[in-house]
């Protein structure tokens, strides 16, 4: 039986890329109106998320260093002046960033569905943001009422997907990993790494990507409203068919 069930955060509850499509726009064009590139600056900015975060992850900078790093290749890829004070310019990004925070719309009716069966397991969230801010948004879009734990690297001591991680996860739920289901838009930090710790994955594919062949204890939605549906099948191959007395 399914006992628990941790989200991840951005791209699986949170729309993090409608976010930062918002903010990297606009602090372009307060900084630089009209710039050629402009529709180009969500998708640099999201790429530069996964060339500088490593680093944070690996202990090599700290979190507001990763940004200021970040910020910087941002401007020099698009040919503005670096900012004099670049924490000061990141709050700036943050204004608009966090002006534009919204849940996805399928999340709250899943969610709600998931709390009214009476199987119901607990829900939490499995993320590697700085908890400050992980914290901020669920708050923000309304979904920390309806979260138990919210499980951070600062908490369990390492980032998806190295295996403690998860381990770590399970020991501060009290579960054994088979008990536990981890549903993300990252196939291998949120379905296959999990996986691997004996947990069920669920690799939430919301854009579609190229196809590709999960190992079969991963699960591939498109749609988190087919959480409940494969919960459902789950629980009823764990526990396997009732028996008459």
């Known amino acids: 039986m399914i006992r628990a069930i941790l989200f991840d955060l951005d791209e699986t509850l949170f729309d993090h890329r409608r976010a930062v499509a918002h903010a990297a726009t606009r602090w372009t064009e307060s900084v630089c109106p009209g710039h050629e590139l402009l529709p180009e600056t969500p998708a640099l900015w999201l790429d530069l998320e996964d060339k500088h975060l490593p680093a944070w992850h690996t202990g090599q900078c700290s979190f507001a260093e990763q940004r200021r790093r970040r910020l910087r290749e941002f401007c020099r890829r698009l040919g503005l002046p670096e900012p004099a004070d670049p924490d000061a310019a990141f ?10 925070w919204a849940a996805f719309p399928d ?5 709600e ?6 199987d119901a397991p607990m829900l ?3 993320t590697n943001g700085a908890p400050a801010q992980q914290e901020a948004k669920l708050r923000r879009i309304g979904l920390m009422l309806h979260m138990e734990v919210v499980l951070t690297p600062e908490t369990l001591g390492a ?5 403690e991680c998860y ?3 399970a020991a501060k739920l009290g579960l054994r990993p088979e008990e536990m289901l981890m549903v993300g838009d990252n196939l291998q930090l949120d379905a296959a790494a999990p996986a691997r710790e004996g947990m069920h994955g669920v690799w939430l594919d919301r854009y579609r990507a190229e196809p590709v062949a999960p190992s079969p204890a991963v699960t591939r939605i498109t749609t988190l409203r ?4 494969v919960l459902t099948t789950l629980n009823g191959r764990l526990v396997g068919p009732s028996r008459a007395a």
């Open 167 to 169: 381990r770590a996860a």
């Open 113 to 118: 569905a998931l709390a009214a069966r009476a």
């Open 124 to 126: 939490g969230v499995l």
């Open 226 to 229: 087919d959480l409940p549906r």
């Open 107 to 111: 999340v709250p009716e899943t969610l």
């Open 91 to 100: 709050a700036d990004f943050l204004t608009h960033y966090e002006s534009a």
């Open 159 to 163: 980032f998806k997907p190295d295996p």
